[in-house]
């Protein structure tokens, strides 16, 4: 499995290249791209984000590596046996507030990247019309969280409820269907 770059170093990376997204943004953008499914090679996803996050000018190597990784790292967390899929989030040392924002942008990315694959929302589950509604919710959540042990446990759940609602998209959507062959005999 690829290893994720520091949160911290991520931020600083695109910072450095002009780019004003957080990396917890770019990642749920990512996320939400392959939840939609796995039919889209680097080329299209990286024309896609920089469509989005840097008005269609190409990326430089660097952010394409950070992107790339990120990438490679969303796709096999989605399709390792395992859930190990996790929000690329700050680091522990920052705080709640730090750490809920960040969580909103991911969720907000989520969603562009859904949005941006997924044109027909009449064909979704209901359980996925539910999530994209709940994601929509809670992109107005209140970040003002304290530093108390509640804020930091309610902070938790919503973070697992949001892993688990990507999973549950990618298990719908993302994964392959394999159709068998008709044989003739």
Known sequence: ?????????????????????????????????????????EKDYLIMLSDVFND???????????FGQMFTHVMSCFNSEE???ELYLPNEDETLLDKA???V??????????????KDYGKLSADVKEVISDFSEITK????????EEDQ???????????????LCFAEMGRETVTPSKTLH
């Open 141 to 148: 959540l209140d970040t003002d969280f304290g530093e108390e």
């Open 56 to 66: 269609g000018q190409s990326f430089s190597n660097e952010l394409k590596g950070l």
């Open 153 to 167: 446990q309610a902070f938790h759940e919503i973070v697992e409820y949001i892993r688990v609602s990507a999973l």
């Open 83 to 85: 859930p190990n899929f």
């Open 1 to 41: 499995m690829t290893e994720m770059t520091d949160y911290t170093q991520a931020q600083l990376l695109l910072e450095k290249h002009d780019i004003f997204v957080s990396p917890s943004e770019a990642h749920g953008t990512i996320s939400g791209l392959l939840a939609c499914g796995l039919n889209i090679d």
């Open 101 to 103: 924002n960040a969580l």
């Open 105 to 118: 942008a991911w969720v907000s990315g989520f969603l562009l990247g859904f949005g941006l694959k997924q």
